[in-house]
Each structure stands twice: as C-alpha cells, then as structure tokens.
C-alpha cells in the first residue's frame, strides 16, 4: 500500500488502528495544524453551547452533554498525536523529529485551553451539584465511575487555578510561570555544574583497578575534549561527574584518595561551593561569574509552591500533591516510611559491617573507618566474593521466544487468557514489531475464546531511530462507539534488546526479562480492563502512586522459582538455568538492599517535609532540616561539604514534588499483592488460579474507576502492608 493511494482522512482518522506508514513527517506538518483547527472549532461549538444551558437557572446538565463530548474531542487529539509521538520514539528521523517538534506548542497549547476552560469548569460544577442534589436513582444521579471520573477533570482544572479569579489568578499564573523559569534553571545550573567538572588522569597508576569499558569511555572521552592520541590501554583518561562514569569509577577505582575527591565534587554539585560548582564554560566569559549554586533556588520555589497551595485552598504543598494520589494523609505516608526505615536501619549497620571486615581482610586502612567513598568499592568487592553473577553469561538461557511462551503461559494461569500471535493482521511500523492478540479463556473448555484485546511487541533495539528504554503505552483505549460495538484495547510494548543475529535468537539478560515483565504489567492493566468509559479504563484515572502495581507485581513473578526455570532453555543444549545460577539472582536481589532502601527512604522523607514542613520562617534552612531527618535515616551521616538537595531534580526540576515516596509505596502494593499468592501456596495450582482470577477482576480490571484503596482492598482483603516488601528486601536481621 503506497502512501499516495490512502485517503487523507485514513492518515490521522482518529480511530481504529493506525496505518503507520501512511503518517510520515510531511502528512504530520499538513494534517496536524487542520486537525488542530477542527478541534479548537469544536470546543468553541461545545463551550456555546454549555454556556447557554448554565445560562438557564433551571436548565439540567447531563453527562452525555458535557462529558461525551469532551471525552470524544480529547480521544481525537490523544489518538493522532499519540500515533505520532509513538513514531517519533520507535521510528525517529530529523525529519520525523522536526515535524513532531514543529506541531508540539500547538498541541500544548490546546491541552492548556481545555484545562482552563472556566465554562468547562463551570458546567463539571453543575454536574457535581446536580448529583450530590439528586436522590438515588435520580436523574442527575452519577455511577461510581462517573463520579471518580468527574472528581479527577475538576481536581486537576483546580490545580491549574480555573477556580481562581482576579488578582489570585494573576498571581498564580505569575508564580506559575516563576516556578517553572527556576526548575529550568535548576535543572541547567546542575547540568553545567556535572558537565563542568572534569579529572584528567596520565598515570596509569591513576586508572587502577577500573575494568577495561570504564577506561574505553574514560579515553573517549578524553579523545572528545582533545588528547587526540588517547588509548583505553596507554591513556590520558578523562573522567567526569556524569553517572556512566562517576558510578563505575567508584565501584572499581582502587585509587582511595581520587575516590574520595570525585565523591566531594559530585555532593557539592552547584552549592556554590566545591570543586563542581564553578561557573560553567559558556558563562565564564560574561561579567556575572557567581559560582553556580542551587541554594537560592531552592527556597525561593517551596516558598512558591506554599504560596500556591494557599492560594488553592491546601496549607502546604504536599497535601496539593497528595490531593490527587492514593496515600490519603501525609501521616500515611510517613507511617510507611517509618516501617521501611525501621526495619532498614538495623540491617543498613549490619551491611556497613560486613563492608568493614571485607575491607579489614583485605588489610585496607579504612576498615576502621569507612566513609562514603569506599562503600561502592568495598561493596562490589564483597559481592565479588559472596556470588560472582555474570549477568552477560545468562543470556544463553533466556531465548527471547522462549521467555513469551513462560509469560504468556504465566499470564494463561494467571488470568484465564491466551495470548496468541496474530501477525499480519494489523499494520507494523518496523518489519521486526510482531502484533498479539489476548483471548478469553486459557485452554478447552474454559472462557469463549472471544477476542479481548492486543498488543504490538517490539522488541529489539534500533540505535539511531528508537528511543532508549522501555516502556507500554495506549493505541487503542477499551471504549464503546456510539452504534453500541465495543472498541478492544490495543498497547505498545517496547523493549530494547539485542535483535536476533543468523541463527543466535534474540538472548535476554535478566534485567531485560524483568524488564519485559515490568511493561507487560502495565500492558495487562490496560488490555484486561472491563471499565468502558476511556477516562477510566485501563491506566487512566489510577493515581500515580498506585500505578506502578501491576507492572511491579509481575516483576515478583521473575523472582518464582518455577516460574523462572520454566521459562528458561538454554538456546543450544536446551538446559533450563542452573539452580546455582538461580540462587545468585535471589541473593543479588537483598544485597545490600538495606542501604538502598534507607536511601529512598531518606530522600522520600526529605521531600515531604520540605514540601509540608518548610518556610521561609521556621526557623532552619532547608539542608539544616534535610540533616535532622539524616540523623535517623543514614548509617553514614552526609559530610560537610554534602549538599545533596542542589541535586535533587527529580522535586526541584522534574514533576515529583511531595512525590518521590510513590517509588516505595508502589513497591508495598505489588510486594503485598504477590505475598497473596504466596500465602495460599505457589505450588497450590488451585488456589493460584483462584487468586489469580481476583487480581484479575480487581485490579487489572477496575482501573481508574475505583479508588486505588477499594480497589487494593477487594483483592486482597484488607489494608496494604509492608511486611511483604521487607521480607523480600531481606531487611530482617541477621
Ligand atoms: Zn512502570
């Protein structure tokens, strides 16, 4: 099918599945600004229209009116866009990525006109009124899925200050266009603050003990800033303070002196202090030459963000944050983190520990005393010598083929489904994309064999034109059309593996399986919902604490021994993985996963108290309250020069403020939702297929209907607990 014979409205038709190779760059430039045009036209029609009927004092409001639409007008853009932002990932090109960017503004600018609709806004209200006026049963009267539906569209328009007017809207879109011009800021000062820094070693004494790749990329990166003749072998060796070196460097450097001075440069990145905080090359010639710090910044936007909250009604930021998550109460949250951090720390001592007498028979100074700087080190080294896993040998076990048929079987168990290849009946986007489709029913006899959903797969890695990473996003959204047919649910799922090569099958690490598994997860949530209002069904509507469930709660699966074994075959002799070899990856899984635990807990900590606690008046500096919680969240207290919060991007230049706790809250959820298998058995077919089934019809099912807690609570029959995840963690002490 050549692109001139399809017709113009099959390129960016706004539903079934997409013709991909119809939308190329130049159909995305000449169609998207016409289908922009369409749109806005649209919602001006719909604005009138709800404007008349709130106009009249008696006049009711229904969904059909109010909500259909708005559900249909954003499907179109969800759906083309959507199609071209996918190819811009899976299928890049400057041409591709030029008419992507040309169109983004445009695209924005219309979510932030529905967003801020006041007429809109208006009639949500009314609707919202109406049902909570209307008796049962009543006209006006909204489902449950209704309700959640209509309570999320007007706690979102809140936030972006619709229900603001006058001069408190003029300051909250002043502070919010301040807010987003400092994390900007934020996010470049430290950027030029890590890309600032350099260590240039010539000594090959200097580059002791790091492993061949580390040096391959430290000389690289030396041949980049000029020493042209720069050998992996001979050197000179450039490091810097970007994680692919800083890490490794690290981990293996046995140079402890130049450990420790990276170490000091990387915490004081842009404090205005410290080797990593001096003006970046491309401002040092201008008369401004301030080290580059992050300090004011940072008080200058949680002040911002408290103002914002007042002015939404919250006393503080993250009870805005948590207005719309499933953690109802920030003492909620820091109850969790509690039990996390006081089953860690024991185990967190007990780790530091081990490091100390690793170190002690190595004969190495610092037994005594360790310090940040050596914990990688010693770390690696006593992983070294517990288990030696050789992740890139595993790969011979885990055939890519053979890793779908143990998922897809699982999933089978599981769920009561078969997941079947159906290539060719849908268009592909790259010749290696292969195309499934999910039945009901796992074998004969059982469930009707209908259709329920599909997935695209793809697979392989394409440097140059796909994005790295992985990742499941929508295509086609369980929804019913206006004749009454239903529309299946459709995912992507993409994976970046290493292809196939002659006869050699695609080979997986485990990270990768565990990977495949973690998106799967996501997948199985959007294909196996049964919720058929689009805001609703699938990821939508879940909050974005609890939508890491499924996909973490299929991760566990990877960890189950018969699970595991079961769908590994070595690609030549067929063995399936050597129980030595399975034992490795359970113990890599709780090595030192005290101290990693600690960590997240201390920064999730560190941000809800900032977000909560902090002003500008109460009396300690923002560092000075981020060490009182280190007091009790740390096993090495942060040294002097440790500025770590002029490096926190994620609350200060990315989107989670008051948040970065959803990471272990999800990890409680899915670790407490495998334990409910583990309980009745895993060896107990029955009973595994029993409980299957209700994490079926719970939580891949309802979606963003319920709230995530009933949702939880159906399936598992009581509040969420974290015993499960300290007990896989290993944070029982020794
Ligand atoms: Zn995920």
């Not at 719909?46 to 708005?70: F, T, Y």
């Not at 185990?347 to 490091?355: D, H, N, P, T």
């Not at 009946?425 to 009707?448: C, K, M, N, Q, T």
């Not at 923002?622 to 007091?631: H, N």
Request: glycine share 8%; proline share 6%.
């Amino acid at each position: 099918m050549s692109p001139s014979a399809i017709a113009l409205p099959e390129v960016l038709r706004g539903e079934g599945l997409p013709v991909f190779e119809a939308i190329t760059p130049d159909a995305v430039t000449a169609h998207i600004p016409g289908l922009i045009a369409d749109l806005e036209a649209e919602l001006s029609a719909i604005e009138q229209k709800l404007e008349a009927q709130l106009a009249q004092a008696d006049g009711v409001l229904s969904w059909s009116a109010v909500m259909d639409p708005l559900q249909r007008l954003g499907e179109r853009l969800r759906w083309s866009w959507g199609v071209v932002s996918h190819l811009n990932g899976v299928c890049n090109s400057p041409e591709l990525r030029e008419a992507h960017a040309g169109q983004q503004a445009a695209v924005v600018q219309f979510g932030n006109r529905v967003g801020q609709s006041r007429i809109i806004y208006r009639a949500l209200e009314r609707l919202q009124l109406q049902h909570e006026a209307a008796g049962s049963g009543a006209a006006g009267q909204l489902d449950g899925t209704q309700q959640r539906i209509l309570a999320a569209e007007l706690r979102d328009m809140q936030l972006r200050g619709v229900g603001l007017s006058g001069a408190q809207q003029q300051a909250f879109n002043a502070a919010s266009q301040e807010l987003a011009e400092l994390s900007t800021r934020f996010g470049n000062q430290l950027l030029d603050a890590t890309n600032g820094w350099t260590l240039r070693f010539s000594d090959p004494a200097e580059v002791e003990g790091l492993p061949e790749s580390l040096k391959a990329q430290l000389a690289q990166a030396a041949r980049a800033a000029g020493d042209d003749d720069a050998t992996p072998e001979a050197g000179p060796w450039l490091l810097g303070l970007d994680m692919h070196r800083y890490a490794p460097f690290l981990k293996y450097s046995r140079r402890r002196d130049l450990r420790e001075r990276v170490y000091r440069a990387h915490v004081s990145r842009a404090s205005g202090q410290g080797e990593a905080s001096a003006v970046s090359a491309s401002e040092a010639g201008s008369d401004t030459s301030e080290p580059l710090n992050n300090w004011p910044l940072i008080e200058r936007i949680l002040e911002l963000r408290r103002e914002q909250a007042e002015r939404l009604g919250y006393p503080n930021w993250a009870e805005v944050s948590l207005a719309a998550k499933m953690a109802d109460t920030e003492a909620a949250v820091e109850g969790l983190l509690e039990e996390l951090r006081a089953a860690a720390l024991p185990v967190a001592r007990q780790e530091l520990e081990a490091l100390a007498a690793c170190a002690a028979r190595h004969g190495a100074p610092e037994a005594d005393d360790l310090q940040p700087w050596d914990v990688s080190f010693w770390a690696e080294v006593l992983r070294r010598e517990s288990f030696e896993l050789d992740s890139e040998s595993l790969r011979p076990y885990f055939p890519l083929p053979r890793v779908l048929e143990g998922l897809f079987s699982l999933c089978g168990r599981l769920f009561d489904v078969t997941i079947e290849a159906a290539d060719g009946e849908a268009p592909v986007w790259h010749p290696d994309v292969r195309y499934f489709r999910i039945l009901e029913g796992s074998g004969a006899g059982s469930g009707s064999g209908q259709p329920i959903a599909a997935f695209y797969l793809d697979p392989y890695s394409r440097p140059g034109s796909k994005r790295g990473g992985a990742w499941m996003d929508e295509c086609l959204v369980r929804s019913r059309r206006p004749d009454g047919t239903p529309v299946l649910p459709v995912a992507y799922l993409i994976c970046n593996q290493s292809p196939p090569v002659g006869d050699t099958p695609s080979l997986m690490t485990f990270e990768e399986v565990e990977t495949l598994f973690h998106e799967f997860g996501h997948g199985l949530q959007h294909m196996l919902t049964t919720v058929e209002r689009p805001e609703a069904a699938g990821i939508n509507g879940v909050e974005w604490d609890a939508v890491e469930l499924p996909s973490q709660f299929m991760e566990n699966w990877c960890y189950d021994r018969a699970t595991l074994l079961g769908m590994t075959c070595h690609w030549q002799s067929g063995e399936p993985l050597p129980e030595a070899e399975f034992a490795k990856l359970q113990a890599a899984r709780t090595f030192m996963a005290a101290a990693a635990t600690l960590r997240q807990v201390h920064f999730a900590l560190v941000d809800l108290k900032l977000h909560s606690q902090w002003h500008p008046g109460c009396g300690q500096s923002p560092e000075q309250l981020r060490r009182a919680i280190a007091q009790t969240t740390t096993v090495l207290p942060p040294i002097d020069e440790d500025a770590f919060l002029c490096s926190f991007g994620h609350i200060f230049a990315g989107g989670y403020a008051a948040g970065y706790y959803s990471y272990k809250w999800a990890e409680v959820l899915s670790a407490d939702a495998f334990s409910a298998f583990e309980e009745v058995g895993l060896e107990n077919e029955a009973a595994i297929r029993d409980t299957g089934r209700r994490f079926r019809d719970t939580v891949l099912s309802l979606g963003g209907s319920r709230h995530p807690a009933e949702v939880f609570e159906t399936f598992r029959g009581r509040r969420p607990s974290s015993e499960a995840l300290i007990r896989h963690t290993g944070l029982v002490p020794a």
